[in-house]
């Protein structure tokens, strides 16, 4: 569970229902509940909508639930819950009031961030890690891609399957290149470039790059929302990702064409015929 406290009077969150909600949580032991989370964590949600409040416990601390928001688990954390920094500070009794993880700075308008950045670095403890919104971001994207197994396995299943990819287009194309080769040996009989039979292998694996990715495209879409509905994490496939995947494996078919019209470069057409 990973739980959220702030100063009721400086509102962080840009979710509209932990607004419409600031005023409740700086009465004690109340916390929002994301109806979100994953149903390991009961019927909370479907409860207070029937009671417009539930008792229960974090942390062997009671507290009273108070209000709903939207917002969907992670890969840290299968619940989310809001609370004001005198009620997390209740919870967690080894926690002072100085450790703060997250701070958050409003700039006015036209202010340069590099240079907020750069004159508060100079200032603050080395410990003290100073980001931008985007930059923030960027820093948690990097985390799970680059320093958790998650981000492993997701560049490792990536690999595989562009690999395996390619062994499987080249065997695609070096059967059907296999089985013409009279055709294509006649072709160079009649005076055709090697450079001219591999625009024709090379045509093919476009064709069937344009001709996998089309229904490989459907079926991502539909374990996506698979994958979606039984983890309740926000699964979508972007504008950019799908670009970039048709974009490999182009390239992927384009490498197996390149492996497989090697045969056709040290066929000789007196030995065909």
């Not at 909370?44 to 601390?61: D, G, L, M, P």
């Not at 991502?220 to 698979?226: D, F, N, P």
Request: hydrophobic fraction near 45%; include cysteine; aromatic fraction near 10%.
């Amino acid at each position: 569970m990973f739980v959220v406290g702030f100063e009721p009077e400086k509102p962080i969150f840009t979710i509209p229902e932990v607004n419409q909600n600031l005023n409740k949580l700086k009465l004690p032991d109340t916390v929002l509940f994301d109806r979100s989370s994953r149903s390991e964590y009961g019927s909370i949600a479907a409860e207070f909508e029937r009671k417009k409040q539930v008792v229960t416990e974090i942390s062997n601390y009671r507290i009273k639930t108070v209000g709903l928001f939207t917002l969907g688990p992670s890969f840290a954390a299968d619940e989310t819950v809001v609370t004001s920094d005198q009620n997390f500070l209740r919870l967690f009794k080894n926690r002072r009031r100085g450790e703060i993880n997250i701070g958050l700075i409003n700039l006015k308008s036209g202010v340069d961030k590099q240079k907020v950045i750069d004159n508060l670095a100079a200032k603050l403890p080395k410990d003290v890690r100073l980001l931008t919104y985007q930059g923030f971001i960027n820093f948690e994207e990097d985390y799970w891609r680059t320093s958790t197994a998650i981000g492993f396995m997701f560049a490792l299943g990536t690999s595989m399957g562009f690999i395996v990819g390619i062994v499987i287009v080249y065997q695609i194309l070096f059967t059907d290149v296999n089985e013409h080769l009279a055709e294509y040996a006649t072709l160079k009989a009649m005076g055709f470039t090697d450079n001219y039979l591999l625009n024709i292998v090379f045509q093919e694996a476009l064709i069937l790059a344009i001709l996998g990715y089309i229904p490989g495209l459907e079926i991502s879409l539909g374990l996506y929302e698979l994958t979606k509905a039984a983890t309740s994490l926000p699964m979508f496939m972007s504008a950019s990702r799908s670009i970039l995947v048709f974009i490999m494996t182009i390239l992927m078919c384009s490498i197996s064409g390149a492996i497989a019209v090697r045969k056709l470069r040290t066929a000789d057409p007196a030995d065909i015929f």
